[in-house]
């Protein structure tokens, strides 16, 4: 993949320098995000970080000072990065900043992105946005592995979307990546525990809820959480982690499903599978994502949803 590309040229005369991720961040919409924020404040520029919230585990990562929680309605950039985001549409609140800045430029690793932005930097290939953004900045002649911050944010994003160098996503290239990282004195252990293990006791409560409503049908796990669910254990939408990838990690599963309630009549489906690409069915109800990890909101309960997605995806797998 050639990464060659103008930022630097780009960023020079740029004052306003915004980068967003997309909506509900994970490790890696973070850790890409804050990297390439701080880049650019060691190139001596003051970018601001759009992002809607930092959950409070990803807190630990470098540059979260650089966040920007104020009014939206005023900024109007020189220059913004949508960084691992794979439609105009999660980026959320930040969409709108997107359409008044002068130059855009979206960077990812989404299958399903088809560009958005007046510069794309994207290759589905790469393990993370995390992965990306380290070899932007080692095309313009930066080695995050030299600088403890940035080399820690772009660790743990890599981290997070491989599930710990486990995924399909993990090439070659990642573990050399990784690699040079902890030569640069990453803390390895810290960061895995924080990113993938960690949790709060509402989290494990969730968690068994979750399998309680546990359901299997031909090959596919699924579970669905009402929002009274959720909010009865103290937990809200930012609290599944794990969830999904504990039911796919079952022997019986080849397809995994959790459907969260998120209003009165829409509700998030998280899809993985092991095998059977899902991709498709994902994109055709409006959502998005990877082969095998994808997402989509849709109406109707969090039940409701479920069931019809099951469906679908037990359909594409008699066909397929
Ligand atoms: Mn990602």
């Not at 640069?184 to 989290?203: A, C, K, N, Y």
Request: aromatic fraction near 8%; proline fraction near 2%.
């Amino acid at each position: 993949m050639d990464y060659r590309n103008n930022i630097l040229k780009d960023i020079e005369n740029a004052e306003k320098i915004y980068i967003a991720g997309h909506i509900n961040p994970d490790g890696d919409a973070v850790g890409s995000v804050l990297a390439l924020a701080l880049y650019f404040v060691r190139l001596g520029k003051k970018p601001c970080v759009l992002l809607e919230n930092i959950p409070e585990r990803f807190k630990f990562f470098y540059g979260t000072q650089l966040w920007y929680n104020g009014d939206y309605d005023d900024i109007a950039p020189d220059i913004f990065f949508a960084v691992d985001c794979g439609d105009k549409k999660r980026l959320g609140k930040a969409g709108e900043i997107f359409d008044r800045s002068k130059m855009t430029y979206c960077i990812d690793h989404h299958a399903t992105n088809t560009g958005f932005a007046d510069i794309d930097i994207i290759n589905a290939k790469a393990s993370s946005a995390s992965e990306i953004v380290y070899e932007l900045l080692k095309e313009n002649g930066f080695d995050a592995e030299k600088d403890i911050e940035i080399a820690a944010d772009i660790y743990a994003g890599i981290v997070f979307d491989t599930g710990g160098f486990r995924h399909n996503c993990t090439g070659r290239r990642t573990h050399e990546i990784a690699g040079a990282l902890v030569e640069g004195g990453v803390d390895t252990s810290t960061i895995h525990s924080r990113v993938l293990f960690e949790h709060t006791l509402p989290q494990a409560k969730l968690f068994g809820a979750a399998l309680n409503n546990m359901k299997h049908k031909d090959g596919v796990s699924y579970t669905s959480l009402t929002t009274k669910e959720i909010e009865g254990c103290g937990c809200t939408s930012e609290d599944l982690d794990g969830i999904v990838d504990f039911l796919l990690n079952l022997d019986v599963s080849d397809c995994a499903v959790l459907v969260t309630q998120r209003s009165e009549n829409t509700a998030k489906a998280s899809v993985r599978s092991k095998q059977f690409p899902i991709a498709d069915i994902i994109v055709a109800l409006g959502g998005g994502g990877h082969k095998l990890a994808a997402g989509v909101t849709c109406e109707g309960s969090a039940d409701a949803v479920a069931d019809m997605i099951v469906k679908k995806i037990i359909e594409g797998k008699n066909n397929g």
